[in-house]
């Protein structure tokens, strides 16, 4: 069976080759039996989170349950001369007061391992132990999905409340929800099948193969049924995934039996009594509410030294007051004195003395960000976009944004510090992928202290060690360290953050439109930058291009837009009278296809964009500059020399 996360997928592209009439006499059939199974069904709505469940990484462990319902589905398309109705099949086994599915994974993303499940559909339950001993309980009528990890000996209990907020796993998926959308997709199969009689564990079975070719994914799946011809119940299902050179890359065998009972709580399935439960309060006081206790006014430095091939310093000025918040990036050639008084005036005075060098700027009003990105070989990059101001306070551990599923278990740090943990995911991540956890101190108003990430290549600490409280009594953070290193060494970085949330400085400095761009506060600036933006963006969705189409270039900037690597926006320079739809830029590469040098031009500002001082030119080597006419009539001159070096006819300039 294909994995999980790709399952919508692999449904849309299954092929199924069967006699039409009776493939809609079947699918008829079918879909009177589900709706009138639904009318007997009670009257409390389920969550509709199939399509939350099929983005979540997670679901990449658990084909299991969804193995069982695509497999009944496709085998309802097919009456067979032996007289074995696979829709009674199916019937039945909706019928039968529980299904225990053991799958034995022989190759997959965790090979030679088995986990074991339980499905009822009438209540809903779906309950599971994976092959670390983890083990999950979901109540889906009441609401309740119960997570037991074995490593800390802690029990879980998560309400439908944060279900609904995406904090969600595969295991609380309703069977009938699986089975609904299955439904919707039939028509849309695409499958080979072969039918024939055989053998499973020495019984007699019927056999059903089900071939898939999908050129996407560039893969072979093989999924074979087996139905007792006596109680018409699936018994089996193999699976085998092949690429097409025929490695294997997925391969499962699982079995099927009917018990009169199941598991009626997590202690059933192995969970000790003294395991401790953590109610959902807890997780939602904790992690997920939104605090609304930011500070509506303050400032905050960060400084941060890298240590690397070289030695590199950055200094972070952050202002807030209402919802307008600016931060601007220096680049320092020393550690800055953190000795000093931290004020704004102070912070920034040592700026103007030091001259130190502006990296980037952002002014933000919480929905569109005006931001600004200088270098000192490129020309000044004006942006907007869309704003999250609330990354400051996030990343200094006051409140949170984390998105995905998340669980509380204790650890020996969590106990000796009287924290609580938070761990991203469920259970032990599989190899190779990201572990994090998150300590919030009860005693601090819940605010995060602690976080680790550990990659296969990369380890990541902050710290949170000091502390103060808000004039309403709310913690929050002003020193934080991160350290982050890889297997060599090559990054440390230390950042500290100092927030003072009563702070004195001007208004000015949040207006969007007393931004300087490099010194120079005029509108005609702001539109070069903006200009200059768009052509970055330009060569961005070039590479894009070559990556399609190894060396070409596209025939014409349109191009690039119909084959969705940017938008007209784009192509417009917020100087030119152009409307979208129409171009404002030059393109002066076309001809060279798969011929090109770093130093040849790929397009260029029309002359009127700005007032006729400047143009923008963008270079292959993606690089933008800001020319006067004398300065671009050289570098046009430039880029017909490497056209002849490259045997290219000279181009003369278009106005």
């Known amino acids: 069976m294909k994995p999980v996360n790709n399952i919508e997928k692999l449904i849309k592209n299954t092929n199924i080759d069967v006699n039409q009439g009776m493939s809609e006499v079947v699918f008829k059939k079918m879909v009177e039996a589900y709706e009138k199974s639904e009318k007997k069904k009670g009257s ?3 969550p509709n989170i199939w399509r939350i469940i099929m983005n979540n990484k997670l679901t990449k462990l658990s084909a299991t349950a969804v193995a069982v319902i695509i497999a009944v589905i496709i085998a309802t398309q097919f009456f067979t001369a032996t007289n074995i109705s696979l829709a009674q099949a199916f019937d039945n086994m909706r019928k039968m007061p529980w299904m225990h599915i053991t799958t034995h994974t022989t190759v997959g993303k965790i090979p030679n391992s088995t986990q074991d499940q ?3 559909f009438n209540p809903q339950i779906n309950a599971r132990i994976n092959f670390f001993g983890e083990i999950t309980y979901a109540e889906i009528d009441q609401g309740n999905l119960y997570l037991y990890d074995p490593d800390s000996q802690s029990i879980n209990l998560l309400g439908k409340q944060l279900w609904t907020k995406g904090y969600i796993h595969q295991f609380i998926t309703p069977p009938e929800e699986m089975l609904k959308l299955m439904i919707e997709r039939f028509s849309e199969q695409n499958a080979q099948m072969n039918q024939y009689s055989g053998l499973f564990q020495e019984n007699k079975v019927e056999v059903f193969d089900f071939f898939i070719e999908n050129q996407e994914y560039q893969t072979i799946s093989k999924t074979t049924a087996y139905v007792d011809p006596d109680t018409l119940l699936i018994v089996g299902i193999d699976s085998l995934e092949t690429n097409f050179q025929g490695d294997i890359q997925y391969q499962s065998t699982e079995s099927y039996e009917y018990p009169p009972v199941g598991p009626g709580d997590i202690y059933d399935l192995g969970a000790p009594p003294s395991a401790k439960v953590f109610e959902p309060e807890l997780l939602q006081r904790s992690v997920i509410d939104s605090r609304n206790d930011f500070p509506s006014h303050y400032f905050a430095v960060r400084f941060t030294e890298s240590s690397g091939l070289r030695k590199q310093y950055e200094l972070n000025l952050f202002c807030k007051k209402g919802n307008l918040t600016r931060s601007d990036i220096y680049i320092l050639p020393e550690i800055f004195d953190a000795n000093v008084e931290i004020t704004y005036e102070t912070v920034t005075n040592v700026i103007k003395q030091k001259k130190y060098r502006l990296r980037s700027s952002a002014i933000s009003d919480g929905t569109i960000e005006h931001h600004v990105t200088y270098d000192p070989i490129l020309e000044p990059i004006y942006k907007q976009l869309v704003s ?5 306070m996030v990343s200094t551990g006051w409140g949170s944004d984390e998105k995905i ?12 510090n009287n924290l609580i943990c938070v ?5 032990r991540p599989p190899p190779g992928e ?6 919030y101190d009860p005693d601090l108003d819940y605010l995060r202290v602690k976080m680790t990430i550990r990659e296969p290549d990369m380890a990541m600490d902050w710290d949170w060690t000091d502390f103060a409280q808000t004039p309403d009594g709310h913690w929050y953070p002003t020193r934080e360290e991160q350290h982050i290193k ?3 060494d090559d990054i440390n970085t230390t950042r500290t953050f100092y927030l003072n949330t009563n702070p004195q400085f001007s208004e000015d400095i949040l207006d969007p439109d007393k931004m300087s761009i490099d010194g120079d506060d005029s509108e005609l600036a702001k539109q070069v930058a903006l200009c200059a933006g768009n052509l970055y963006d330009l060569a961005e969705a070039v590479r894009f291009y070559q990556v399609k189409n190894p060396g070409m270039f596209p025939a014409t900037l349109t191009d690039l837009v119909e084959t969705g690597e940017c938008d007209f926006t784009t192509l417009l320079c917020p100087g030119s009278p152009d409307e979208v739809g129409e171009c404002s830029y030059i393109y002066r590469i076309a001809d060279a296809r798969d011929r090109s040098s770093e130093d040849m ?16 030119v963008l270079f292959v080597r993606t690089q933008v500059k800001k020319m006067t006419e004398q300065e671009f009539t050289k570098a046009i001159a430039q880029d017909n020399a490497e056209r002849r070096k490259l045997g290219l006819p000279e181009k003369p300039v278009v106005k």
């Open 434 to 439: 990201q572990e994090a956890r998150f300590y």
């Open 44 to 46: 409390v709505a389920q």
């Open 423 to 427: 761990a991203n995911g469920w259970g």
């Open 486 to 488: 890889t297997p060599y």
């Open 118 to 120: 339980w499905i009822c």
């Open 601 to 616: 031009i790929i397009a260029y500002d029309k002359i009127d964009n700005h007032n006729g001082q400047y143009r923008n």
């Open 405 to 416: 599923s998340l669980y509380i278990i204790e650890n020996d740090f969590s106990r000796e």
């Open 388 to 392: 999250n101001n609330r990354s400051l």
